[in-house]
């Protein structure tokens, strides 16, 4: 049976995906990105157009892996939780989503491709998939840190607890060297959010001068 057209653009995608990973958009080439996917050398420019319209079809592809935050952000249970308890679940789907999901590897190498070498296409796949959650999780930080916190502090609040569940899915291979193998082979996915959320709520109890906040902490 012949491959369908629907397999036929996965296989593109995936070895697309390994191929920009490995060696960047401008030097992954037409021909071996077809090759790896077993496809015809004009199979790129029929499923997609061009080579970027290839690449930005990657970075969705990325980012389409992590909607089940979004899916859940948008349940009646999430929209019934108190802010606090949102923002707990917040961490926990986002640590869920990059340390307990099967992803390959290049989802994350090809991240960092775009987070040192900006690309247009991943700007706007930011604005798409992105911005949706980042206004979500600013959403709740207000509701918890009060009206009086500048715009800027909110931000930095956001980015800040973004950075740390990222620092434990880039840096896996520093953080075991570092704590050794007995301690961070003890760490769970439970274990990791519930100390970047018992933590961030330090800092915005800090932030807001609300110190009532840490004893409102759900373990």
């Given amino acids: ?26 030097a992954a080439g037409v021909r071996e990105i077809c090759h ?5 050398v004009a199979a790129i420019k029929y499923y997609f157009g061009d080579k970027r319209s290839l690449y930005k079809a990657v970075l969705e592809h990325v ?22 308890n ?26 960092l491709w775009e987070m040192t070498r900006p690309t247009p296409e991943g700007k706007e796949v930011i604005e798409l ?22 715009e800027e502090t909110i931000w930095k609040c956001g980015f800040s607890i973004v950075g740390q569940v990222l620092f434990y899915y880039v840096h896996q291979a520093i953080a075991r060297q570092l704590a050794g193998d007995t301690i961070y082979n003890q760490l769970t996915v439970e274990q990791i959010a519930s100390h970047i959320y018992q933590f961030s709520v330090a800092g915005l109890a800090t932030v807001a001068n609300r110190p009532e906040l840490v004893t409102q902490i759900d373990l």
């Fill in 129 to 150: 998939q992105l911005r949706p959650m980042a206004t979500h999780l600013k959403k709740i930080l207000r509701q918890i840190v009060g009206d009086d916190i500048p």
């Fill in 1 to 26: 049976m012949p491959p369908s057209s629907d397999d036929t653009r996965t296989r593109l995608v995936e070895a697309a995906g390994l191929m920009f990973a490995d060696k960047g958009f401008d």
């Fill in 36 to 40: 790896e996917a077993k496809a015809n």
């Fill in 86 to 111: 949102q923002l707990k679940s917040f961490i926990l789907e986002m640590v869920k989503e990059h340390l307990a999901s099967q992803k390959p590897a290049w989802h994350l190498e090809i991240m």
């Fill in 63 to 84: 980012h389409v892996c992590k909607e089940n935050l979004g899916q859940v952000m948008a349940s009646d249970e999430w929209q019934a939780q108190a802010p606090l």
